[in-house]
């Protein structure tokens, strides 16, 4: 059963550089089939989707988010990570990663999730 | 940029009612449409995608249909267990993806 586990600190300050990581288990983030991605919810609010990477670096990003962004995969961890720079009170947030999976057409779906990790930007 | 909006933003209907969602694209995104059901504290879930399909395991009472800019999602009969968030998402041929606002479901 494939997992997906984020990790990082739960308190950033603003003005700094978030970092998260996610990690893969009960499959290889090097398959050929998938991309991994992030998405992030504030407190009472929707779902924003962050970017995705595969496996090969390859990474698409949201717009809005671009010129603060990377996300970055280490094959030889099974892991990707995020980084979110010159945070502000705005990037509070429950930060999920998930599975891209390709389906039987054009369509792609975030399958599998992690459980979520809380991020506060605060002094 | 694509937007795309839900109706209701949320709703209350009794166990056993017939829910509908409905989800507007702001320009024609094909059946590039999916859904997805969170609940407090919980990641999303996915229940339909490309606008129609059902996601294996997931009950035959959701079923999701349109195409173009028109989507409905609907569960036929509400359970308890159905209480959630419900939320259409787009993505285009770049894999961007883009989620509507999201309509909470309660029982009345």
């Known amino acids: 059963q494939l997992q997906l586990q984020e990790s990082g600190p739960g308190l950033v300050k603003p003005s700094e550089t978030l970092s998260l990581t996610c990690t893969v288990s009960?499959?290889?983030?090097?398959?050929?089939?998938?991309?991994w991605g992030w998405i992030r919810q504030p407190p009472g609010k929707g779902l924003e989707w962050i970017g995705s990477i595969y496996y090969s670096g390859s990474t698409d990003y949201n717009p809005s988010l671009q010129s603060r962004l990377t996300i970055s995969v280490d094959t030889s961890k099974n892991q990707f990570s995020l980084k979110l720079t010159s945070v502000t009170a705005a990037d509070t947030a429950v930060y999920f990663c998930?599975?891209?999976?390709?389906?039987?057409?054009?369509?792609?779906?975030?399958?599998?999730w992690g459980q979520g990790t809380l991020v506060t930007v605060s002094s | 940029d694509i937007q795309m909006t839900q109706s209701p933003s949320s709703l209350s209907a009794s166990v056993g009612d017939r829910v509908t969602i409905t989800c507007q694209a702001s320009?024609?995104?094909?059946?590039?449409l999916n859904w997805y059901q969170q609940k407090p504290g919980k990641a999303p879930k996915l229940l339909i995608y490309d606008a129609s399909n059902l996601e294996t395991g997931v009950p035959s009472r959701f079923s999701g249909s349109g195409s173009g800019t028109d989507f409905t999602f609907t569960i036929s009969s509400l359970q308890p267990e159905d209480i959630a968030t419900y939320y259409c998402q787009h993505y285009d041929n770049l894999l961007f993806f883009t989620f509507g606002p999201g309509t909470k479901v309660d029982i009345k």
């Open positions: 009960g499959g290889s983030i090097s398959s050929h089939s998938y991309y």
């Open positions: 998930a599975r891209l999976t390709p389906g039987s057409g054009d369509g792609y779906t975030y399958d599998y």
């Open positions: 320009q024609d995104i094909s059946n590039y």
